[in-house]
T-cell receptor, first 111, second 115 residues
Framework: RKEVEQDPGPFNVPEGATVAFNCTYSNSASQSFFWYRQDCRKEPKLLMSVYSSGNEDGRFTAQLNRASQYISLLIRDSKLSDSATYLCVVIRMDSSYKLIFGSGTRLLVRP | NAGVTQTPKFRVLKTGQSMTLLCAQD?????MYWYRQDPGMGLRLIHYSVGEGTTAKGEVPDGYNVSRLKKQNFLLGLESAAPSQTSVYFC??????????????FGSGTQLSVL
């Protein structure tokens, strides 16, 4: 079982739709959580951090559920430019310092 | 600021050849990483470094070596390339503070094909 798991998708949604992705993690030593965005054949870029209290950045909302060990990303009013792969990233700090990437969820927003 | 610069961007090797990928960052970051990305696998950590002169193994270190002789540079070496090492390689750097504001800065990637 992968330490960080994501539904690979693709999620195919029309413009204006609301879409949500989940990411589950298995290691309870996980301490910090992030969502990265990766466009085709490009490098990943930080989209937003995920805080215990939840956080919002414009049309994007991220939430953390420590009890169930998952994080979520909600995108409202989807734009064509939101089409990308969304990577879940977990930082684990037990005996070593590790960033663990999920394999990503692909989003396609159609006109 | 150039950020994180990787060279080369593309390379084709024959099985058994060696090569070195160079990663340079101008942000004075302490941490540097080498990842590989394969279809359906996400990014997997090869090696990382938490400071000049230090290196550590990641998730998939076999067949690779690294060096961090200078803080700004992190080199990834393939001593004897194998077709299984065909992948896209990303270098990244970060300057973690309290762990909750970690942001990775990535290079633009190196597409490596081993024939």
């Amino acid at each position: 079982r992968k330490e960080v798991e994501q539904d690979p998708g693709p999620f195919n949604v029309p413009e204006g739709a609301t879409v949500a992705f989940n990411c589950t993690y298995s290691n309870s030593a996980s301490q910090s959580f992030f969502w990265y965005r990766q466009d085709c054949r490009k490098e990943p870029k930080l989209l937003m951090s995920v805080y215990s209290s939840g956080n919002e950045d414009g049309r994007f909302t991220a939430q953390l559920n420590r009890a169930s060990q998952y994080i979520s990303l909600l995108i409202r009013d989807s734009k064509l430019s939101d089409s990308a792969t969304y990577l879940c990233v977990v930082i684990r700090m037990d005996s070593s310092y590790k960033l663990i990437f999920g394999s990503g969820t692909r989003l396609l927003v159609r006109p | 600021n150039a950020g994180v610069t990787q060279t080369p961007k593309f390379r084709v090797l024959k099985t058994g050849q060696s090569m070195t990928l160079l990663c340079a960052q101008d942000m004075n970051h302490e941490y540097m990483y080498w990842y590989r990305q394969d279809p359906g696998m996400g990014l997997r950590l090869i090696h990382y470094s938490v400071g000049e002169g230090t290196t550590a193994k990641g998730e998939v270190p076999d067949g690779y070596n690294v060096s961090r002789l200078k803080k700004q540079n992190f080199l990834l070496g393939l001593e004897s390339a194998a077709p299984s090492q065909t992948s896209v390689y990303f270098c990244a750097s970060s300057h973690p503070r309290d762990g909750s504001n970690e942001k990775l800065f990535f290079g633009s990637g190196t597409q490596l094909s081993v024939l």
